[in-house]
């Protein structure tokens, strides 16, 4: 069971934090067109490959997006592999990103939510099949908690304290 935390963002997935970076989210979460906090997860074949639920809240919507199958921990892999978005908004109105990516091994990618379904912080809400990665795009303003090199547990690492709504 969880600890009731509010005002974070968990990890999405088990795995090794690759990169912290402001980046322009992609276009299919439809955030703003600003550079704004990212944590990539890189998932090895030796890690679990199921992604959990950031923030408790509802899917906004999911967006499914062919394409190669690069070396996940590559940053490159974050554009052009194939990929699946999907936009949580949180119930303070936070809208946080989760992008499923295929690599390498992986061919498969799993999503069991879709827009309008109410979500808790760490349900599990799909899958990668084998080396993979897993990118978290965070509001502006948020303070990242992790580092590269850092392992995350899906749905207990605490990756980002999210700003204030008020």
């Known amino acids: 069971m969880r600890p009731p935390l509010t005002g974070v963002a968990l990890a999405a997935a088990d795995g ?10 992609p276009a299919e979460l439809d955030l703003p067109r600003e550079p704004a906090p990212r944590v990539s997860v890189f998932l090895s074949v030796l890690d679990v490959h199921v992604q959990r639920v ?24 974050s554009e052009d592999n194939e990929r699946n978005a999907v936009l949580f908004e949180a119930t303070d ?14 061919r498969r990618i799993v999503c069991d939510v879709a827009p309008g379904d109410e ?25 990242v908690t992790v580092a590269p090199g850092q392992r995350t547990i899906g749905g207990e690492t605490v990756l980002a304290e999210l700003p204030r709504s008020d």
């Open 16 to 25: 090794t934090v690759a990169t912290v970076s402001d980046v322009l989210p």
């Open 54 to 77: 950031p923030v408790d809240g509802h899917v906004v919507d999911v967006a499914y997006r062919p394409g190669t199958f690069l070396s996940a921990d590559l940053d490159k892999a």
């Open 93 to 106: 109105g936070s809208r946080i990103g989760v992008v499923q990516i295929a690599g390498l091994l992986a």
């Open 119 to 143: 979500v808790a912080a760490g349900e599990t809400f799909g899958l990668i099949r084998f080396g993979s990665r897993v990118d978290v795009y965070l509001p502006r303003g948020s303070r």
